[in-house]
């Protein structure tokens, strides 16, 4: 269990690192106005995006190997959400000073994820038919949707439908990779319909991340995103995967939950380092 509770924190921190540094190859990149798979490529041309990429890829190995340990899937994402406190620590570091509200806001998202490390019951291992990860992957059509509407708005519309639309995608990867079931031989894992879950999750999930740091603060991004990518698979692993929470310990976790949501939500409200911004994309741009 600590060993999994390690892994998690690492994520965590890969992901908040990750965060930034996608934040401003996002910045340097010619803003896209549609679900434009190509925007990718052009971010994988920004060294700070690539390198933000792959510790987010990192980021996610571990999370899974935290799975894999035992780690309740509500535990694991809430942990990983206390990224958005990563990403306000380092664009604070970057410049941007911090008030006495967001050093609340990442006291109360700390503090919260202690109580719900501390609340965990142990895991009981659920096997899913495989009808349920079609259900999975058919859940990532609502990601794309949900980012073309996002891509039409902007401000705080823009932070809310996009932050949403990326932390279900996130959401659906997690619960695909709490479920699955590493085959033998290990490549076998091409032929899973988990691993496609997780694969199309993940893939759109980024793609409408990238766009929302081209038009809103990153930490505002990641804050919606967080609440979304911990609430959703929280409530499916309690309900239905097996998570357990150790017994006169649920007021413990509720309360840690609403700390750590609560402080991610506060850090919306938080400041953007200036990273220059790209000009909009022209009409011939592609």
Not at 140 to 156: D, F, H, K, Q, T
Not at 211 to 220: D, G, I, M, S, Y
Not at 228 to 250: C, H, K, M, Q, Y
């Amino acid at each position: 269990m600590i060993l999994g509770l390690i892994c998690a924190i690492v994520a965590s921190l890969c992901y908040g690192s990750a965060s930034v540094l996608q934040a401003k190859g996002a910045m340097a990149t010619a803003t896209s106005d549609n679900l434009d798979p190509r925007l990718l490529v052009r971010l994988l041309g920004q060294l700070p995006y690539l390198i933000g990429l792959g510790l987010d890829l990192l980021g996610f190995v571990i999370s899974v190997v935290a799975l894999q340990l035992g780690q309740p899937l509500f535990v694991v994402q809430a942990i990983v959400a206390g990224n958005v406190g990563v990403t306000a620590g380092l664009v604070a570091a970057m410049g941007t000073r911090l008030k006495r509200t967001e050093w609340s806001a990442i006291g109360a998202l700390g503090v919260g994820l202690v109580l719900l490390a501390v609340s965990a019951g142990p895991e009981k291992a659920v096997v899913l038919a495989t009808g349920w990860y079609w259900l999975m992957l058919a859940a990532a059509i609502p990601v794309g949707i949900l980012g073309a509407i996002g891509l039409r708005l902007r401000g705080s519309g823009a932070a809310v439908v996009l932050g949403s639309a990326a932390g279900l995608g996130f959401a659906i990867t997690a619960i695909a990779a709490r479920t699955l079931v590493i085959p033998h031989p290990w490549w076998h894992l091409i032929l899973l319909p988990a691993t496609w879950a997780i694969a199309a999750g993940g893939g759109l999930a980024m793609l409408v991340f990238g766009l929302a740091l081209q038009r809103v603060p990153v930490t505002t991004v990641m804050a919606f995103i967080v609440i979304v990518e911990t609430i959703v698979p929280s409530v499916i692993g309690l309900a239905f995967l097996g998570d357990t929470i150790r017994s006169g310990f649920v007021l413990v976790a509720t309360s840690g939950l609403v700390l750590a949501l609560l402080g991610a939500a506060l850090l919306a409200r938080f400041g953007e380092v200036d990273f220059a911004p790209a000009e909009e994309e022209g009409a011939g741009a592609k």
